[in-house]
């Protein structure tokens, strides 16, 4: 049974950083992408950041003007984790960030990943 969970999430002023983590198990092969994705009040769910086993990155738009040289991906494989380094966090980065991983080379949309994580709740105060 495949399992993905985040970790990490919290309250924190603005400008401060989170560094969120996400661990998948189970999962049916080794060739996978996990991605970053959030989700504020009365807002659609949207994409962070995404990254392949080899560690190539994908922005996803709009967000990616948003948190270009904020936000970092990485992943360690020997792990099966991927993490989301947040620095300078703003009020409008608060929300519900869930990680998701999807067999294969390429990072999708949301409605493209086939395993979720429940979430990991951030909240930004001023």
């Known amino acids: 049974q495949v399992q993905v969970t985040e970790s990490g999430g919290g309250t924190v002023q603005a400008g401060g950083s989170l560094r969120l983590s996400c661990t998948a198990s189970?999962?049916?092969?080794?060739?996978?992408?996990m991605a970053w994705f959030r989700q504020s009040s009365g807002k659609e769910r949207e994409g962070v950041l995404c990254i392949s086993r080899s560690g190539e990155v994908t922005h996803y738009t709009p967000t990616a003007r948003d948190v270009t040289g904020r936000f970092t991906i990485s992943r360690d494989n020997g792990v099966n984790t991927i993490y989301l380094q947040m620095n300078s966090l703003k009020n409008e980065d608060t929300g519900t960030y869930y990680c998701?991983?999807?067999?294969?080379?390429?990072?999708?949309?949301?409605?493209?990943?086939?395993?979720w994580g429940k979430g990991t709740l951030v909240t930004i105060s001023s």
């Open positions: 189970g999962l049916p092969s080794a060739d996978y992408v």
């Open positions: 998701a991983a999807a067999q294969g080379d390429y990072c999708l949309g949301p409605h493209g990943m086939d395993y």
